[in-house]
């Protein structure tokens, strides 16, 4: 014989329940069906119940009997439909007999709502029984099992007629009484109950508590000893997370009870936890099925072991917790203190959810349902007043607004590094742990944060364990210029393959340029953001209408709404050469996002800025990646790196790095104006926005200050010797126009540099230099037989002498400028960090 129980959304319209007559008559052995209230009739008794303190009942149960009047109509032909009526009739005339009496004596005992949210199930097992027999497609006998009379439970006190304690062996007497001890042979002996209700010793109505169906059928499951139970609900079986708050969820297809219970326990509501015991206790096979998906697999649950090899079968939450700490001197070595602590819990109702103990003994921290807080705060605090009095005590510490991320699989046991992986992906994250337990069995780990990170949390560490997962990595970029639409040229060219090869996701959330920012979103208090699409981007950066995009006041807006979206995997994009951008950085690392920039301003900033953004991207185990401030792609900082973590020192570096200048020297040839060379530069987008950034060498000594940094030294640009090679009133241009027309004056100086050097067979090139210490930027001319002489367009070339390239440099060259291949280091640097 088997048990089915089907939930309240799988009973609540006629073709639901033609569903459900298929798959019982397709059912070879006999069976008990167990059905909850039709959808939304228990939260509506609940209703009833509190508005009848009130006599204010009247409306509700007017709606509470037309909904069921309605749905016989629907289901049944006249002729069964009177009888049906005349038993919701009967019920609502009890039900509002109940709420009068309510009503008068102004009270609502645990007992009264027991009996009136036992109405629903009352119902629908009767109207369920009728369709199933009278139906003309699967018409299926089954006797009604009254399981308010027939399963008992064990106590009578107050507050157990919500949650009534089961007596399994009356419960089994009663129930093998009528269905006899269960056989094969007799057909059609099938029979459908209530779940939810029972009584108690005095006989009077009690529930098993909300989600108490899915415990009715595992009882009757246990006491005929059903070769299996199956739980039909709206979802195929136990997911990997809850799919309302993670994205990409997969189906479970194996579970153990046990993980089945943690994962019942800490919030998977597809499941209420009680029911795994009596099915454990008889090692009865458990299925989880989706009464609309039947040929779905749904999950199974049982006693094998090495059900599967996944380390993590799920991750669960539970949300509005708080954690107690009772602490102090008199905790610790104290035999019995731990057991008192508890004790006072439970005299004052408390449900402890999760324990957590310093090895030292002197604290305990506790997680709670965060509406028991303030009875728990008070309890203790008044048990423990004389010891708080004498100091041996603290007075208790609370934690408000927390909830539990709970990591179960039986195979976590010995599974090195799994934790230190979990830890790993939230602390990237920024997320803070304000407690961790974990189970001796090491089938759980629960881990307590702030509320507000539950849905990152379980995200980030859900895209870390399953592989199928699609990683979501949120960019909020500012400055769509030259290299910031190149960026979103190849961000948007790869993001279908990034999908399916590497299971990354990139999603613009936000861009910003120096007036506006844009997100897509559609409530003004940017709860729910949803990805920008190219055309929304290209569009922004025409200026084009949109009511998304919104006129900031500083740009600190837009950085305080990165923060807080609270997206896990974020990451901060600058394109853009503006200093107020930059100063952003520390606010973002200190949010736990990471920085990409082609942007050099912060890196040549103060050394103590450098350093500090360095160190606090490392200690949030984030990333400050800035590849593309020397050389646009070119591999040069991450080169030093490999250098000098191997063991290696930079002793010497010299180099052309600025593609800009090699560019104009290299097409300057005194015939033509040495404004035009500089103008055509500038729109093949090898200057900065400003080219007297480039012209005053300040770019250069930017990028030889950040390679000394990157070589180990302590340097500023200060240090560095530059003789300028532009006559001073280029240099005192107060805009890009005016630099123009003071270059086009000065085309004579610009002719003699040009002149001198072609008379010698040299070439004009601006070379860095980093040796012994110190720093040099010089215009020089280069004779025919140095490396440098050669260096084409606006190519970089920079030749780095290390202890162990002594004689000959290491040389990296290439083109050293332009957008699109600043894009492309760019995007490097973000798939950098995707991938690690
Ligand atoms: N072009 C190249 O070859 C290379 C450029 N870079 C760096 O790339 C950066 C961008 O260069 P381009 O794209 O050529 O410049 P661009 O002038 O074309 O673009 C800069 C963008 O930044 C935006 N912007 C300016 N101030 C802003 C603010 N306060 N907030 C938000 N957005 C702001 C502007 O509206 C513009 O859209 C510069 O820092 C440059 O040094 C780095 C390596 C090579
Ligand atoms: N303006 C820069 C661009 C890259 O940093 C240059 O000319 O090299």
């Not at 269905?179 to 010793?201: L, R, S, W």
């Not at 010497?652 to 200048?661: K, M, R, Y």
């Not at 070339?797 to 400028?817: H, S, W």
Request: hydrophobic share 40%; aromatic share 8%; net charge neutral.
């Amino acid at each position: 014989m088997i048990v089915l129980k089907f939930g309240g959304t799988s009973v609540s319209s006629k073709s639901n329940l033609e569903q459900i007559a298929t798959i019982l008559s397709a059912k070879t052995e006999n069976f008990i069906v167990v059905v909850s209230a039709f959808s939304g009739i228990t939260n509506k008794l609940e209703q009833i119940a509190n508005l009848s303190l009130h006599g204010n009942h009247s409306i509700l149960l007017e709606e509470f009997r037309n909904f069921h009047f309605e749905f016989i109509k629907e289901l049944v032909s006249e002729f069964h439909q009177i009888e049906l009526f005349v038993e919701v009739q009967q019920k609502c005339n009890q039900l509002e007999a109940i709420c009068e009496s309510v009503g008068t004596l102004k009270e609502l005992s645990d007992r009264t709502r027991a009996t009136i949210l036992s109405f629903g199930e009352s119902l629908s097992s009767i109207i369920v029984q009728k369709y199933l027999s009278v139906n003309t497609k699967n018409s299926i006998k089954v006797n009604l099992l009254d399981s308010k009379k027939i399963i008992s439970t064990t106590t009578n006190e107050s507050k157990d007629y919500l949650n009534a304690h089961l007596d399994l062996e009356k419960t089994t007497r009663n129930i093998l009484a009528i269905v006899g001890v269960p056989t094969n042979d007799i057909q059609n002996k099938n029979y459908i109950a209530a779940g939810f209700v029972a009584h108690n010793q005095k006989g009077e109505t009690v529930t098993l508590g909300r989600g108490g169906s899915d415990f009715s059928a595992a009882i009757y499951a246990n006491t005929i000893d059903a070769t299996r139970l199956e739980i039909w609900s709206d979802v195929n079986g136990m997911q990997s997370a809850n799919p309302r708050k993670v994205q990409a969820t997969q189906s479970l297809q194996k579970l153990s009870y046990k993980e089945a219970f943690e994962m019942a326990y800490f919030g998977a509501k597809v499941l209420y936890p009680p029911s795994i015991l009596p099915v454990m206790d008889k090692n009865i096979p458990l299925y989880l099925k989706n009464t609309f998906s039947p040929e779905q697999e749904g999950t199974f649950i049982s006693n094998e072991n090495k059900l599967t090899e996944n380390k993590i079968q799920g991750i669960c939450s539970l949300d509005e917790i708080a954690i107690i700490t009772v602490s102090g001197v008199g905790l610790a070595k104290q035999k019995g203190s731990a057991r008192r602590v508890f004790q006072i819990l439970e005299e004052a109702n408390i449900n402890i959810i999760l324990i957590t103990q310093s090895s030292s003994e002197q604290s305990i921290g506790i997680g709670i349902n965060q509406s028991e807080l303030q009875n728990a705060e008070e309890a203790l605090n008044s048990a423990f007043e004389k010891e708080i009095k004498r100091g041996l005590m603290n007075e208790v510490k609370t934690i408000e607004n927390q909830c539990i991320v709970a990591i179960v699989g039986d195979n976590m046991k010995n599974a090195i590094g799994l934790a230190g992986k979990v830890f790993g992906a939230i602390g990237e994250n920024g997320i803070n742990v304000t407690a961790i337990a974990q189970g001796a069995s090491e089938r759980n780990i629960s881990i307590v944060i702030n509320k507000k990170d539950e849905e990152k949390a379980l995200n980030v560490i859900h895209e870390k364990f399953f592989a199928s997962t699609v990683k979501n990595v949120h960019v909020f970029i500012a400055g769509i210029g030259n290299v910031g639409t190149e960026f979103i040229n190849i961000l948007f060219a790869q993001k279908q393959k990034l999908i399916e090869e590497y299971q990354i996701n990139l999603k613009i959330i936000g861009v910003a340029n120096s007036k506006k920012m844009l997100f897509n979103h559609s409530s003004e208090t940017f709860e729910k953001v949803e990805e920008l699409t190219k055309e929304d981007v290209l569009k922004f950066k025409q200026k084009k209408e949109n009511k998304n995009a919104k006129t900031y006041s500083s740009l600190n807006e837009y950085f305080q709404t990165i923060k807080e979206l609270n997206l896990r995997n974020s990451v901060f994009i600058d394109n853009t050469a503006s200093d107020i951008v930059s100063e952003g950085y520390e606010f973002l690392i200190k949010n736990s996002i990471s920085v990409v920039t082609c942007n050099k301003i912060a890196c040549s900033s103060e050394y103590s800025t450098y350093l500090k953004l360095n160190k606090l991207a490392k200690d949030r185990n984030i990333y400050f990646k800035y590849e593309t401030s020397v050389g646009a792609a070119l591999p040069i900082l991450k080169t030093i790196y490999d250098l000098r973590i191997s063991g290696d020192k930079i002793n010497q570096i010299e180099a052309v790095i600025s593609g800009s200048l090699n560019f104009i020297f290299n097409n300057y040839n005194a015939e033509n104006q040495f404004a035009d060379v500089v103008l055509q530069a500038k729109e093949e987008g090898y200057t900065e926005p400003n080219p007297l950034i480039d012209l005053s060498g300040l770019d250069v000594m930017r990028k030889i200050l950040i390679l000394s940094r990157e070589s180990g030294l302590n340097k500023e640009l200060s240090d560095i010797t530059f003789n300028s090679f532009l006559p001073d009133e280029c240099t005192n241009s107060k805009s890009v126009e005016e630099l123009f027309e003071n270059l086009k004056k000065n085309e004579n100086h610009f002719k003699a540099l040009y002149q001198n050097a072609h008379k010698n067979g040299n070439k004009l090139k601006v070379v860095a230099k980093m040796e012994k210490g110190n720093l040099s930027v010089a215009l020089k001319e280069i004779p025919s037989n140095s490396p440098f002489y050669n260096l084409e367009g606006k190519d970089n070339v920079v030749a780095i002498n290390t202890n162990r390239y002594v004689d000959e440099p290491l040389v990296i060259k290439g083109a050293g400028a332009g957008a699109a291949v600043t894009a492309s280091g760019v995007f490097a640097d973000l798939m950098f960090i995707m991938n690690n």
